[in-house]
């Protein structure tokens, strides 16, 4: 997902809902997923053209856009339409931002900040929830392998190996 389809989105709720991020059921950095504390704070929105090598010795070029919150201490959440002119100051000040997919940094209780996925909002009771989905690390080469049915090593294994 990206900012601009998060942004489309949420356009169809009401701008009075509040706005509620959650994250998986299960543990988070030691701490039981669920939802992000009201009084939350959008700390940080950023774009960034990364270029990485992978363990095949693969070069590839990539954007990314990161949505930073810090939890709540309690109170009301953000609203969707404060969020929604968070988001449209960030993605008119920053090129590329909108377009970029979408990571959400979070931790409950601030502490053990983890990478998140954006999954499709949800309005349900009157609120709008976005859900984070917990990533995980993956090899490259060996994905790529199975997408394309064959088993090239990577990682320096041998012939016919595929990591991960």
């Known amino acids: 997902m990206t900012l601009d389809e998060l942004r489309a989105a949420l356009a169809a709720a009401d701008r009075a809902a509040p706005l509620v991020f959650r994250a998986g059921d299960g543990e988070i950095g030691g701490e039981t997923g669920g939802e992000i504390g009201g009084g939350y704070h959008v700390t940080e929105l950023r774009h960034a053209a990364v270029t990485g090598i992978d363990c095949g010795g693969n070069v590839a070029r990539w954007d990314e856009a990161w949505l930073q919150l810090l939890d709540g201490p309690g109170g009301d959440h953000m609203t969707v339409g404060t969020f929604l ?21 979070f931790a409950p209780g601030n502490r053990g900040l983890r990478s998140h996925a954006a999954g499709a909002p949800e309005v349900a009771g009157g609120r709008a929830i976005v859900p984070l989905e917990e990533e995980h690390a993956l090899c490259k080469p060996a994905l790529a392998a199975r997408v394309a049915g064959t088993s090239n090593g990577c990682c320096g294994s041998a012939p016919g190996t595929v990591c991960g």
Do not use: M, Q, T
Request: glycine share 14%; hydrophobic share 50%.
């Open 85 to 105: 002119k968070i988001l449209d100051r960030s993605v008119a000040g920053v090129p590329g931002l909108g377009a970029a997919p979408l990571r959400v940094e």
